[in-house]
């Protein structure tokens, strides 16, 4: 498959329990993204990682919330003491950045399918 | 902040007709314009991009859009929609912010296509 790969593609918690939620990017790309898509919202941004490193982590909503990504390949997303407003969709983007004579050139993320988190 | 706005929350066309839904961004800067097409149980799909020259795109599937700098739009318009074209879109814009791009989107536009 040379798509975004997220798993699982649904996850059913008890409030309170620890979740982790896996995203394997296209292989080579630099960039990887957490989005979270509440019901009837669009996408809204998470975290940001540039290989290993987590540049832009301004979306995460709380400290319960936390990514990694220590290889600079799969990165997993990880709540913790979950709540019912944590249930969404979890969403994983990943782009290649292109590098040009002017600096870097802005790609389109890929997407993968998502993890619907339900919280119960 | 920055913000993106799509005006129609949910849209119903018989199929053959025209599409045209409307984004607007808010941010006096460079931006890149990209809209996004998710079918039902499918994942994210790029229709179309903007980053610079002709502000008149062209995507996917017989979409194309227009970005209108001096109106912050970035419309998108299909002539003649088909029922295969029921899906959410979603407008997505990067505000240029360092050296990636932090997408902002849109609440995203239910369109229903009735044969």
């Known amino acids: ?120 | 902040a920055q913000s993106v706005s799509q005006h129609n929350h949910h849209v119903i066309l018989s199929e053959a007709a025209s599409l045209e839904l409307g984004c607007n961004y808010s941010y006096g800067g460079t931006v890149n314009l990209f809209w996004y097409v998710q079918y039902p149980g499918q994942h994210l799909q790029l229709l179309l991009k903007y980053f610079s020259g002709d502000p008149l795109v062209k995507g996917i599937k017989g979409f194309e859009a227009e970005f209108i700098k001096s109106k912050f739009s970035f419309n998108l318009r299909k002539p003649s929609v088909q029922w295969s074209d029921t899906a959410e879109y979603f407008c997505a814009v990067t505000f240029h912010s360092g050296g990636y791009q932090k997408v902002t989107f849109g609440i995203g536009t239910k369109l229903q296509v009735i044969p």
Request: hydrophobic share 30%; net charge positive.
């Open chain 1, 1 to 120: 498959g040379a798509g975004v790969s997220q798993s699982p593609r649904y996850k059913v918690a008890k409030r309170g329990q620890d979740v982790a939620l896996r995203c394997d990017p296209i292989s080579g790309h630099v960039s990887l993204f957490w989005y979270q898509q509440a019901l009837g919202q669009g996408p809204e941004f998470l975290t940001y990682f540039q290989n290993e490193a987590q540049l832009d982590k301004s979306g995460l909503p709380s400290d319960r919330f936390f990514a990694e990504r220590p290889e600079g390949s799969v990165s997993t997303l990880k709540i913790q003491r979950t709540q019912q407003e944590d249930s969404a969709v979890y969403l994983c983007a990943s782009s290649l950045p292109k590098r040009t004579g002017l600096g870097w050139a802005r790609q389109p993320q890929h997407f993968g399918d998502g993890t619907r988190l339900s919280i119960l």
